[in-house]
DNA sequence: GCCTCTTGGTGTATTTTGAACACAATACTA
DNA sequence: TAGTATTGTGTTCAAAATACACCAAGAGGC
């Protein structure tokens, strides 16, 4: 939350800077250690949890505007992002209008506007991922996804139609080559699918599966150190997996 | 294209009534004697074509706003719709932006602005429809899918993504529903498919799935007055259907 | 070192699903 | 009433999904 002077000097930049009525907000997949995670901001001097957004500038594509946003808050450029969907509700956004209201008469209080917000949601590899408040929040943290705080506004609600969407895509999109690491086991791929479905999924079967589709290449060296057997490293062949998903990975999990 | 106090009355309104920056463009699938078929409309003076669209009310929902404008062009009320994409590159509508240069300085013109537009899709049943152009056009009219005359903008691209959505979607909205009259053959049925799909499909093994998934109910009458066999006139049981939905038809075709 | 436990990798039998095709039924035509 | 075009149903064969058995590799206890 802003004090008066700041609120002050963010609404005249908004105003030259932004497109009105338009904002963007992000939900940030990561994938560590068996648990799909989300990036979540809490605001200054408040219990409130929110989604990473922003807004576009005048002459912004809104894809470019959305990958600046992430750039800022994960330091990552280049993100894998898929707008989803148009969040459009007038009162969506009310609490946030009517926030500022003792300090600034509505017509000078760039967040009394009635804001559309594009949904979009990113993959990244977890690991190179560097978590960075902006000028409102105190904190930029990763969260599982079992595990995230209430969200205000209907950023609750954005974050649910990221996940059904990201369920639907899992065939037609690359999910796994941006959400793992470079190298990776077959259990910990596994792992992943069980996850964004929430259900078990046959080893052997999936193993198998995964193999026929030949978007995968094998590493010489398994992966050395864990107790009991080491498992072979795996990466995507980024063209193979492209090919693949034109067509949509074939059958239901 | 309007003329200069058009214009001027226009522009007034719209800055009273519509959130800036922001458009609605639809794309109306209607199927029709084995063709799938888009309503377009041509602008007054001018050998251009466009999708329906309009804008949104200040205090109106978007998808309100959908179903307003094709209530406009259509006659039809309720009508299915599915958001499905914002194109927002700040070029995309330059000629929009520029053609009333002459007539009025860019701040007084409201075409002058950037728009992000909303794409929707529609499906409904053609017989229902009753084609209304808008202020700026002097036609509008169905046109076959194959035969769609060059649009302007990017529309051409907007069609082209809800064609490619409504393929994808095939299995997961109740496309046949919403765009096949209350009853119908099964052999039309497997045309919408074909045409949808642009691939031809075993008349026996359609059926056989079809019938499979337990969503259509057979009347007692067949169809008569055709040349040659009678066929059974079916209609969608929509709580079956939407229940089906939920988990996706399974396969693909 | 040997046994056992745990985890990862491969093979096989069974069931289910999908594709291809043959044939029967119906209604109009000649 | 035979012919023809079209619709409805059944059967066959192959491919794919599922379930499960088995083998391999490494770690720790004894």
Redesign the pocket.
């Known amino acids: 939350m802003f004090n008066k002077q700041e609120l002050i000097d963010f609404c005249n930049n908004a105003r030259d800077s932004y497109l009105a009525h338009i904002s963007i907000d992000c939900v940030v997949f990561g994938f560590h250690e068996g648990q799909l995670k989300v990036l979540v901001l809490k605001m200054k001097n408040e219990q409130s949890w929110y989604l990473p957004g922003g807004f576009v500038l005048k002459n912004e594509p809104i894809d470019e505007a959305a990958n600046r946003i992430l750039k800022d808050r994960t330091g990552l450029d280049e993100i894998f992002l898929q707008q989803f969907h148009v969040f459009g509700d007038p009162d969506r956004s009310r609490p946030h209008r009517e926030m500022y209201n003792h300090m600034l008469p509505p017509s000078e209080n760039w967040f009394a506007n009635r804001f559309l917000t594009i949904g979009y949601y990113a993959l990244v590899d977890f690991v190179h991922v560097n978590p960075t408040p902006d000028s409102h929040s105190e904190a930029c943290t990763w969260r599982d996804l079992a595990d995230t705080p209430q969200l205000e506004l209907d950023h609750g609600v954005i974050l649910k139609t990221a996940l059904d969407t990201l369920r639907l895509q899992l065939n037609y999109q690359p999910i796994g080559y941006n959400l793992m690491p470079k190298e990776f086991?077959?259990?910990e791929l596994q792992k992943l699918y069980e996850t964004i479905l929430d259900k078990k999924l046959?080893?052997?079967?999936f193993?198998?599966?995964m193999?026929?589709f030949g978007i995968l290449t094998r590493s010489e060296k398994?992966r050395?150190?864990?107790?009991?057997?080491?498992?072979?490293l795996y990466s995507f062949d980024l063209a193979n997996y492209q090919n693949a998903l034109k067509e949509g990975l074939?059958?239901?999990?």
């Open positions: 086991t077959m259990p046959d080893r052997r079967n193993q198998r599966r193999l026929g398994p050395k150190g864990g107790a009991h057997k080491a498992p072979y074939k059958g239901g999990w």
